[in-house]
């Protein structure tokens, strides 16, 4: 008010609605919530924050041995696994009766 020289807060103010959000898919990571909740706000409503973790999902991935001299003839199969975004150290194994 300038004639005062108060300030006058406007609390009839009508609440607000926001609606639910699907949580984004994130390839290679799961979500700790599948939705966001919709919210009603108000004047005096807090300031509100929604924190959506997401956590990195297992991979398991092959490695496959082949024989070039036998038109790549499998020899032996190993496994490997890690997070998504992870390093994974991968190890070669000779297979049985390799000749160099």
Same mark, same amino acid.
């Given at each position: 008010d300038l004639v005062t020289n108060q300030e006058i807060l406007n609390t009839d103010v009508p609440s607000q609605s926001f609606d639910e959000v699907k949580t984004p898919e994130k390839v290679g990571y799961t979500p700790d919530k599948a939705v966001v909740p919709s919210k009603?706000?108000?004047? +005096?409503? *807090? +300031?509100?924050? #929604?924190? %959506?973790?997401? =956590?990195?999902? *297992?991979? =398991? &991935? @092959? %490695? %496959?041995?082949? +024989? /070039? /001299? @036998? +038109? &790549?003839? #499998?020899? =032996?199969?190993?496994?490997?696994? &890690? @997070?998504? &975004? #992870?390093?994974? =150290?991968?190890?070669? #194994? %000779?297979? *049985?009766n390799y000749e160099e």
């Open positions: 009603t706000v108000t004047f +005096d409503t *807090e +300031d509100y924050t #929604e924190t %959506v973790v997401y =956590k990195a999902n *297992e991979q =398991k &991935g @092959k %490695v %496959v041995y082949v +024989d /070039d /001299d @036998k +038109d &790549g003839q #499998e020899v =032996k199969q190993g496994s490997i696994s &890690g @997070k998504t &975004g #992870e390093t994974v =150290k991968v190890t070669p #194994e %000779v297979p *049985e």
